[in-house]
């Protein structure tokens, strides 16, 4: 069965520094998305992506952080300059293929540890 | 904004015993999805619930959704330690489906 895919499963970085987590959603889909859950904390929607741009974002999606589907398969969240607020598990999904279903499948999370 | 609460908490129930985790919203839904998590994984999709009345079953779960599409409960059927895990609900809010809302979340822990 197809599934979403992400590397790597933990990250530990130094405050300040760039991190890019990968992914790789389910190869017919058309929408992928980023969702953080800060440890103890609720599931938050960072980002939506479609046709190579920006569908929607939340308020935590602010200029430190960037989407990029480089190449045919991957996608990648890139932090410019970690925080430490950034710790989080980081969650990458995808959904819709052609027959339009809405539901959104998700990757097994990179755990993000800033120091 | 709009909040989705989840209820309860936390649950501890007898391996074989039937449990019901509800989920709240203020304002009416386009579309509620459920979710499993094993502590620090990913989430796995169980059911998506859209149309006032609706009510699906997979294996032992049954999810419902009302009338007025704003509460939705989860019920599990003869409960087994494979169904300990953290159970989220998740809202569409816009009918796109591209920006889910998710409640706290049920710790669901089956003794055996």
């Known amino acids: 069965e197809p599934e979403v895919t992400q590397t790597p499963s933990h990250q530990v970085t130094q405050m300040g520094q760039e991190v890019i987590l990968r992914c790789v959603p389910i190869s017919n889909h058309l929408y992928f998305y980023w969702y953080r859950q800060i440890l103890g904390q609720k599931v938050e929607f960072l980002v939506s992506?479609?046709?190579?741009?920006?569908?929607?974002k939340s308020e935590i999606f602010d200029d430190q952080f960037s989407v990029e589907r480089p190449d045919g398969s991957n996608f990648t969240l890139k932090i410019r300059s970690t925080k430490l607020e950034d710790s989080a598990m980081y969650f990458c999904?995808?959904?819709?293929?052609?027959?339009?279903?809405?539901?959104?499948?998700f990757g097994p999370g990179t755990r993000l540890l800033v120091l | 904004s709009q909040e989705l609460e989840q209820s309860p908490q936390s649950l501890i129930v007898q391996e074989g015993k039937n449990l019901t985790i509800n989920c709240t919203s203020s304002?009416?839904?386009?579309?509620l999805y459920w979710y499993k998590q094993k502590y620090g994984e990913g989430l796995i999709f169980l059911m998506m619930?859209?149309?006032?009345?609706e009510e699906k079953s997979h294996e032992k779960i049954t999810a419902k959704l009302d009338e007025k599409k704003q509460q939705s409960s989860l019920h599990i059927t003869a409960s087994q330690p494979s169904h300990a895990g953290i159970y989220l609900c998740?809202?569409?809010?816009?009918?796109?489906?591209?920006?889910?809302?998710f409640g706290s979340g049920t710790q669901l822990t089956v003794l055996p």
């Open positions: 619930l859209q149309k006032g009345g």
């Open positions: 992506f479609y046709n190579n741009e920006i569908s929607e």
């Open positions: 998740g809202a569409d809010r816009s009918g796109s489906a591209r920006q889910l809302t």
């Open positions: 304002k009416t839904l386009y579309g």
């Open positions: 999904a995808s959904s819709v293929d052609v027959a339009g279903g809405k539901t959104q499948y």
